[in-house]
């Protein structure tokens, strides 16, 4: 069974509408992030979480926000998409250990804003 | 902050050859290193980690060296064979600092 899953899989969104991602963890990890995926780009944190309760701003936090109400639960959140957003997102969880938080990442969330 | 350049952004091997994958890093202070397998259409798994005290890990036919002195770390596929075809990606981060910062990737393609 996956310890990290995402929702939806696919998503088409208009501009300028929102659009929430989802990402559930069974591994009872702190930490929590938020990646896009781009061609040429490689992986690029966005946020992520050190606990419920708890957003931190990653490398490219502009026109993304970020929720964590729970250990298991954390969402990424476009209040206004563009069509710039489109990518593949990826969530991972890490358990945080000091300078040893290697991740398990969700299989992935397409969007394509239109 | 760390920069990480990885390198080729693209491999093409035989089957039974190696492949090896190189990442260079800018901080000193950097203390964990992993290397992840990304399959087509799905997310990063975990292959290795090593720590910066480890100089050479080796284990199912991956073997990953770390050069502290370089600021280079590699990861060498012996034998390759065509279910190794994917795309790699380092990380590296510091101590204290939980975001580790990813290559941009190498895609290997394993011809039978």
């Known amino acids: 069974e996956a310890a990290v899953t995402q929702s939806p899989r696919n998503k088409v969104a208009v501009t300028g509408g929102k659009v929430t991602l989802s990402c559930n963890q069974t591994?009872?990890?702190?930490?929590m992030y938020w990646y896009r995926q781009d061609t040429g780009h490689g992986l690029r944190l966005i946020h992520y979480?050190?606990?419920?309760?708890?957003?931190e701003k990653g490398d490219i936090p502009d026109g993304y926000k970020a929720s964590r109400p729970s250990q298991e639960n954390f969402s990424l959140i476009l209040e206004l998409a563009t069509p710039s957003q489109t990518s593949v997102y990826f969530c991972?969880?890490?358990?945080?250990?000091?300078?040893?938080?290697?991740?398990?990442f969700g299989p992935g969330t397409r969007l394509l804003v239109l | 902050g760390e920069q990480v350049e990885q390198r080729p952004p693209h491999l093409s091997v035989r089957e039974g050859d190696s492949a090896i994958i190189i990442c260079t890093y800018t901080?000193?202070?950097?203390?964990?290193f992993s290397w992840y397998k990304q399959e087509a259409g799905a997310g990063l798994q975990l292959l290795m980690s090593?720590?910066?005290?480890?100089d050479r890990k080796e284990e199912q036919g991956l073997t990953v060296l770390l050069n502290k002195k370089d600021k280079r770390l590699s990861l060498n596929l012996t034998a390759a064979h065509p279910g190794d075809s994917a795309v790699y990606f380092c990380?590296?981060?510091?101590?204290?600092?939980?975001?580790?910062?990813f290559g941009k990737g190498t895609s290997l393609v394993v011809h039978p």
């Open positions: 591994n009872n990890h702190n930490n």
């Open positions: 991972a969880s890490g358990d945080g250990r000091l300078g040893r938080d290697t991740q398990y």
């Open positions: 901080d000193s202070a950097t203390a964990y």
């Open positions: 090593v720590l910066s005290n480890v």
């Open positions: 990380a590296v981060s510091s101590g204290g600092n939980y975001k580790p910062t």
């Open positions: 979480s050190y606990g419920a309760g708890s957003t």
